[in-house]
Structure formats: structure tokens, C-alpha cells
């Protein structure tokens, strides 16, 4: 059973993982927080990404991780100076349980507004029970949610005065969102990209799954989306997807922030696109 939850290309997609009983110690093993640029912060595990944007107005989380998160996460916020409380709107890259997991505990704590991509809001409120391919595999669902706020391709939201877009990148699920910003230090602004998730389920199927007859399409379109945007300071729903160990190690005594990779970015596009086009020429082939 565990075969099913490897990912195709494991170390460079990092999409899903094992069991939801059974987490990587990566993802449960908390993350010193740091500061990554302005007023962007990071506040999740040593590869579960979780993000906090701060303003005097209020914050946003991007990703609450598995159920377990929610505390360590919580821990994170306070460390850096900040409140849970004073979080507004809870958002996500993908509505599966390793970003998911810890969402309605956050809301209930922090009061928060969810926001989701609007073809995930179903996933998201059903705890993840019709989710194309972990539909009927009780470890991959988790809390369900209500959604507050149904958000659609391009959708801003506003916390002080940074502006968060989102950016439907769907394929790994129906609603993908990938969250752009730009940031302003030292008289410079940089164009910020968290990406949501572009990685493949070993035993998806890309050609003709009824559940998901658009899929191989929308991972053509995704990968046209995720080129065209300006990125300075690449991250993503997963540290594996932009080297955090190597990059959070050089911060400090780096000249330039280590962050700041819009090569890495491209590299990382490249990549998976090439890893989804194998799987779609082979499983072609079969048909």
C-alpha cells in the first residue's frame, strides 16, 4: 500500500508522501523561523512550508500542514514576535492533508476566514473524502472545513499594504493555487512565487481518469502559468521544492539572500514538466 504514496521522481517532486499515519520525520521535525524577505516569514516544519505575512492590520498563513501542525506552527508565530490571533485569512497551496491537516484548528483558534481556490473548496469542506485520487483512502483525508472565501484565478487579497494573488496551477489537485507577491527591501522590489504543487501520484491517470478528464491539460496549462511569472525569490508548499536546508545555511553570512533564485525557479519548472511528459508519452503508449 505504501507504493501508492511514493511520488514519481520522490527527491525532486516531494508531493505527497507516505501514509497520513505515518509522516516523514521531515515533516514533523519543526523548522527554526526566520525571517525570508520584508515582511514574509517562515513558520513550518523542515520541509512542510507554512508562511506568515505580517502588517500592523493583520496576518495571512499560506499552508496549515498535517492535523499535528497546528501547535508548532502556532509556536513559530510566537517566537517571531507575532500573535496567532491576529491572523486574518488562512490560505493553502492544495487542499491535501499534509497542507490541509491543521486548517480547522487553526480557524477555530485564530477566527480567521478561510480561503480556498474555488475548485478545491469542495475537497476542502468534505476533508478531502472526493478528492480525485485519495477519494477512497481514509489516511489522506483530514478535517473538514467551511470554507469563507471562495477565491478564483487571480483573486487578491490585501494584508496591510502587500497584495497576495493567487494563481490557479492545477493538475496535482483541482485547485492548485500557486501565491504571488511582490516585496520591497532596501529600495528594491522582488517578485515573490510560492509554489503550490506541479508533482505527479505514482498511479495517477494523466489520459482518461472520469474523475479528472482535464487533468494532463490542466498540467499543460499550469506549467505555461508557472513560466510566464516574474520570480525573484522562489519557495514553495514543500522545502524540498527549493533547497531550504542549503539555502536557510547560507542567510546569514550570504552577501545576497540565498532565496533570491529565479534560475532555481526555472530549473524547478523545467524539471517537472519534463518528469509529467514522460509519464503522459508512456501512459499514452499504452492506450
Not at 484565478?153 to 489537485?173: C, I, P, S, Y
Request: proline share 5%; charged share 20%; with cysteine.
Amino acid at each position: 500500500m505504501l507504493t501508492r504514496f511514493l511520488v514519481v521522481a520522490l527527491c525532486w517532486l516531494g508531493a505527497m508522501g507516505p501514509l497520513a499515519a505515518q509522516p516523514r520525520p521531515e515533516w514533523t521535525t519543526n523548522h527554526v523561523p526566520f525571517r525570508i524577505l520584508g515582511n514574509l516569514y517562515y513558520v513550518g516544519s523542515e520541509d512542510l512550508a507554512a508562511y506568515l505575512i505580517t502588517s500592523p492590520q493583520g496576518h495571512v498563513l499560506i499552508n496549515e500542514n498535517l492535523a499535528s501542525s497546528a501547535p508548532q506552527i502556532c509556536q513559530n508565530i510566537k517566537r517571531l514576535g507575532f500573535k496567532p490571533a491576529d491572523i486574518k485569512f488562512l490560505l493553502n497551496g492544495q487542499a491535501h492533508y499534509d497542507h490541509t491537516g491543521g486548517t480547522a484548528a487553526l480557524k477555530r483558534l485564530t477566527h480567521a476566514q478561510v480561503a480556498v481556490m474555488d475548485a478545491d473548496v469542495s475537497t476542502m469542506e468534505l476533508g478531502g473524502h472526493d478528492d480525485f485520487f485519495f477519494f477512497n483512502d481514509s489516511t489522506a483525508w483530514f478535517a473538514p472545513v467551511k470554507v469563507d472565501r471562495v477565491l478564483h484565478d487571480g483573486t487578491q487579497l490585501k494584508v496591510g499594504q502587500t497584495v497576495v494573488t493567487a494563481r490557479l496551477t492545477a493538475g496535482h489537485t483541482k485547485g492548485t493555487t500557486t501565491w504571488t507577491m511582490n516585496l520591497v527591501e532596501a529600495g528594491r522590489t522582488y517578485h515573490v512565487v510560492i509554489v503550490g504543487g506541479s508533482g505527479i501520484n505514482e498511479g495517477n491517470n494523466l489520459v482518461d481518469d472520469p474523475r479528472y478528464p482535464t487533468q494532463a491539460a490542466d498540467f499543460e496549462k499550469t506549467f505555461r502559468t508557472l513560466r510566464a511569472l516574474p520570480c525573484d525569490i522562489f519557495l514553495g508548499a514543500h522545502g524540498l521544492y527549493f533547497d531550504l536546508p542549503a539555502k536557510y545555511a547560507r542567510l546569514r553570512s550570504a552577501k545576497t539572500n540565498p532565496f533570491i533564485d529565479p534560475a532555481g525557479y526555472q530549473t524547478f519548472i523545467n524539471e517537472r514538466e519534463q518528469t509529467f511528459r514522460t509519464e503522459l508519452a508512456k501512459q499514452s503508449g499504452r492506450r
